[in-house]
């Protein structure tokens, strides 16, 4: 995964040479210039009574990155984006991920399907695969679950046709009652939602990060869904399904993951129930930590052009807790 390695190292180098900002005014003026530089480069026009409150809370959440990046004990790094200027209720708002009562029932029957039983490589980026889409942005909507349910399907479809088209998140956000749009859903019930027909994305209409009118179409579709299944909690298990496409997965988000930029992500703050849907798209190994390769549903601005890598093997934040793979 050349972009990951090339960012990593750069991101390494940035963090070893960041100086201690112990001096206040020292602060108070990087503070400063990293406003401009924000408000420049997000284009952002804030009403007057709106741009002091979002000052305060970009300034709260740069002093906490400065701070994370100047002790250069992480093995990750962290940056301004889009989200630095949010509060924390709105940043939840990107969330979404709400295990549906088949998962929580069958979890604890699951059995060791799918434990490896062929060799694998020591590492898989299939972000690079002509049939992976790039990644896409769900706004200000808790519909994670529909990203999450529809790029692995994309994928899948496009490896078993030998074409690639994009299919509708929106069809999910607005036909799928048994989900709840923007108020969070899960990717499995999506698919069996789907085992009537996912519409093309050109066909049903923009996404618009709200729920709206449904208007699916059968001639529409562009995938159907045959069959789903959970893939068992371990590595060997999760290394083995990704070799036939992604695996949807959830996780906890929490305060320094809006902030990634670079490295392996590694949180000892995690605990608690799942909230965020993503897709696990590859793994590989750096400076001696596994990681997985995992993409995200907030646009090729956040992160490392849309992904994380998340430390593997270790049920970071419970990214190996309900791996799913989807079958057409």
């Known amino acids: 995964m050349k972009f990951v390695v090339l960012i990593f190292l750069v991101s390494v180098a940035v963090a070893a040479s960041a100086p201690s900002y112990s001096n206040r005014m020292e602060l108070d003026r990087i503070l400063h210039n990293e406003w401009e530089s924000f408000v420049s480069k997000n284009k952002k026009n804030y009403h007057e009574d709106e741009e002091e409150v979002r000052k305060e809370e970009f300034n709260k959440n740069m002093k906490d990155i400065i701070d994370h990046n100047d002790k250069g004990e992480s093995s990750y790094a962290r940056c301004c984006n889009g989200f630095t200027d949010m509060s924390d209720e709105e940043k939840n708002a990107f969330n979404g991920g709400k295990p549906d009562e088949e998962t929580l029932r069958a979890q604890g029957n699951w059995t060791a399907r799918g434990v490896q039983t062929r060799s694998v490589p020591s590492s898989l980026d299939l972000s690079q695969d002509n049939c992976m889409q790039e990644p896409k942005g769900q706004a200000a909507c808790g519909s994670c679950w529909a990203f999450t349910a529809i ?97 949807a997965v959830a996780l906890r988000v929490v305060k320094d993951f809006y902030s990634y930029k670079s490295g392996v992500y590694s949180s000892t703050n995690c605990a608690g129930a799942v909230n965020h849907g993503v897709v696990i798209v590859g793994y590989g190994r750096m400076s001696g930590t596994d990681y997985w390769i995992v993409r995200n549903s907030w646009g090729s601005r956040w992160g490392m052009e849309g992904h994380i890598l998340i430390e593997r093997g270790v049920n970071m934040c419970k990214i190996e807790q309900y791996a799913a793979a989807v079958y057409v």
């Open 151 to 247: 790029a692995p399907l994309e994928y899948v479809k496009c490896k078993a046709s030998g074409h690639k088209f994009r299919l509708s998140e929106q069809q999910l956000v607005d036909c799928d009652l048994n989900n709840g749009g923007c108020n969070g859903g899960w990717y499995t019930s999506a698919w069996k939602y789907l085992k009537n027909g996912s519409n093309k994305h050109s066909k049903y209409g923009a996404y618009t990060a709200k729920r709206g009118q449904c208007v699916e179409k059968a001639k529409f579709n562009g995938a159907i869904v045959k069959n789903y299944r959970y893939i068992s909690p371990n590595q060997d298990a999760m290394k083995e399904a990704l070799q036939d496409g992604p695996l």
